[in-house]
């Protein structure tokens, strides 16, 4: 019962009861001669449409290190993590691996042999062998990559 | 049929999404400013850990960290639930949220669905969309399907979803469940019922319509006493229309002058402000409420509340500010104690053609407002909340030197989790 205590003790009023009917924006309507492009008018591009399928199960996670530098993850990237994406062999994942997060691709060819391996992008770095003693819980698909390269 | 979908402890379920090698172990999360338990795991339950349990002497029964402690972080909290909220008005024709962690849906036109699967279904994807574990209910009226959920949260057979389908189902339910349980039932009329040997929802639900409307005479009792019995009268409209947003606070200490109090007041009237403008609406009439601490029978006790109507519904922060300090100015009295204030924000309707008042509108005035408020939102968003405030949210650090806090500074939370999903600076990090 403690947990239906709503925030702040606010109470919420339904979403659809709040919800504002969006309707497109014409400049300069009915002002002298119609523009020839009112028949095209079109929403703008929008990268959550493009890059974020399943909003819900989304979230970002910031990659630290050099480990996945050949598939193009350098430190400091944001990559979306998406729970609801089914993972299969080869797929880039984040994991939570005995305390601590991970972002490697997955290698499930060893999986009737009891073991599953983390795969770095990355020479200098070794796998990750993961058997049923270690902690290991899949967050999510990595589904895009994201770095501002205005500082190149 | 109705289906209620209930997020099982739902605060330490949050802290949990991004730390999930806490499932399995103790969890509990604190009330703000760190005073005592609000929620609990089930490993803390069994621990024996009440809810309430002042955060002092949960350090002292468990000193070694064997439970694991957040502070409340309702930015986590109320982004998770969202996205849980917006799955299940995805899977629904008819969704009402009721709380944080709840809401009804009506299912009427999904008679061909297997409803039982559809339930497990979605408490299925739920979890592995979003890590958060849901259990659903699903009977002919809201208060049976709030039952239900009840149910399906404490049996794990039912695969955390409760169908009560049949008469024979519901009378099992019923038989079951204690009166004070009941959803409708306040604790007090449960007492009262008890009395009259009620123990159970079967007890209250068995007696004759003639006994309940003679012996009890309550609105809300008999048509609780209806929707036991499988007829489906409470509207799905009371549920939503609980139309006023409240945002109140006990100070960690206790406020004495009209500076502080009125800081602390503007701070919540602030948070009320921004509430409204992130559903989309606004309130017509501002109420400010201030009460001195009652265990403290050797101070001089007072409590006082006042509220004004605006000419034009609004959700301007400058405004309902100013509103609530005028509020504050007639009711705040020398010489006492203040423990607890709060504002509350009522005549809540869409923010979409606002009626407008002529001898108060004032059209270019409005539009600075709202341009001013939207960029104070946008600020806040991307920066973390409060990095703007108004000047009068701005606490006097003691003897009036130094940078003034912000409210949220002056809220104690030492064990706080990040923002994962609502801050840039606070997103996980993977090597």
Not at chain 1, 91 to 110: H, P
Not at chain 1, 116 to 127: D, E, I
Not at chain 2, 148 to 173: L, M, P, Q, V
Not at chain 2, 325 to 348: D, L, N, P, S, W
Request: glycine residues 6%; contains cysteine.
């Amino acid at each position: 019962m403690e947990d239906n205590k709503p925030i702040d003790g606010a109470e919420y009023i339904s979403l659809e009861d709040a919800k504002r009917l969006k309707l497109p924006y014409f400049e300069g309507l009915a002002a002298g001669y119609p523009s020839p492009a009112g028949d095209y008018q079109h929403e703008s591009l929008d990268l959550n449409e493009k890059f974020v399928h399943h909003p819900e199960a989304s979230y970002f996670v910031r990659v630290r290190g050099e480990s996945m530098v050949g598939l193009g993850l350098f430190d400091g990237d944001i990559c979306l993590a998406d729970r609801s994406e089914e993972i299969t062999d080869g797929n880039i994942v984040v994991a939570f691996v005995n305390g601590g997060l991970t972002v490697k691709q997955i290698d499930l060819s060893t999986k009737d042999k009891g073991y599953l391996r983390l795969m770095p992008a990355n020479p200098n770095f070794k796998p990750i062998i993961i058997d049923a003693y270690d902690q290991f819980i899949l967050q999510g698909k990595v589904t895009s990559i994201h770095r501002d390269t205005r500082k190149y | 049929m109705y289906a209620i979908i209930d997020c099982d402890n739902c605060y330490v379920s949050c802290e949990r999404v991004f730390r999930p090698d806490l499932n399995g172990k103790p969890v509990v999360v604190l009330s703000n400013n760190d005073g005592c338990v609000v929620a609990r795991s089930n490993e803390a339950k069994a621990l024996g850990i009440k809810a309430g349990l002042p955060y002092y002497q949960l350090k002292e029964r468990f000193p070694n960290g064997e439970v694991t402690v957040f502070s409340s972080n309702y930015e986590l909290y109320g982004d998770i639930t969202d996205r849980v909220m917006s799955l299940v008005r995805k899977a629904a024709p008819t969704f009402y949220r009721y709380s944080i962690d709840e809401g009804f849906c009506d299912l009427s036109g999904m008679d061909n669905y297997d409803l039982k699967k559809w339930g497990e279904d979605l408490s299925a994807y739920i979890w592995k969309a979003t890590r958060m574990p849901v259990s659903i209910g699903i009977a002919p009226t809201k208060t049976l399907a709030k039952m239900a959920s009840h149910y399906a949260k404490k049996y794990k057979g039912y695969n955390h979803c409760c169908f009560i389908d049949t008469d024979e189902r519901r009378i099992k339910a019923l038989e079951k469940y204690e009166i004070e349980e009941v959803w409708g039932i306040g604790r007090r009329y449960a007492a009262r019922l008890q009395a009259l040997g009620i123990k159970t929802a079967l007890d209250f639900a068995s007696h004759a319509d003639s006994w309940v409307r003679a012996t009890l005479n309550n609105v809300v009792a008999i048509r609780t006493w209806k929707e036991l019995n499988g007829e489906d009268c409470i509207p799905m409209e009371d549920m939503s229309k609980k139309k006023s947003i409240c945002t109140s606070r006990s100070f960690p200490g206790m406020v004495t002058d009209m500076d502080a109090l009125r800081t602390s007041i503007s701070n919540f009237a602030a948070r009320c402000a921004e509430k409204l403008r992130k559903q989309e609406s606004v309130a017509q009439t501002v109420s400010v409420f201030i009460d001195t601490n009652h265990f403290r029978e050797d101070l001089p006790q007072y409590w006082n509340m006042a509220e004004e109507r605006l000419l034009t519904p609004t959700n301007s922060t400058q405004q309902i500010v100013q509103t609530a300090t005028r509020c504050t100015e007639r009711i705040f009295r020398q010489g006492y104690h203040y423990k607890r204030a709060g504002v509350i924000v009522m005549g809540i309707s869409p923010d979409n053609g606002v009626q407008t008042n002529f001898i108060d509108y004032d059209a270019e005035r409005h539009e600075k407002m709202k341009r001013l408020d939207e960029a104070l939102d946008k600020i806040n968003r991307e920066y973390g909340s409060e990095t703007i405030v108004l000047g009068s949210q701005q606490y006097t650090k003691p003897g009036g030197k130094g940078k003034a806090d912000v409210f949220k500074d002056s809220i104690k939370h030492d064990f706080r989790s990040p923002c994962y999903t609502t801050r840039w600076s606070d997103i996980p990090e993977a090597t």
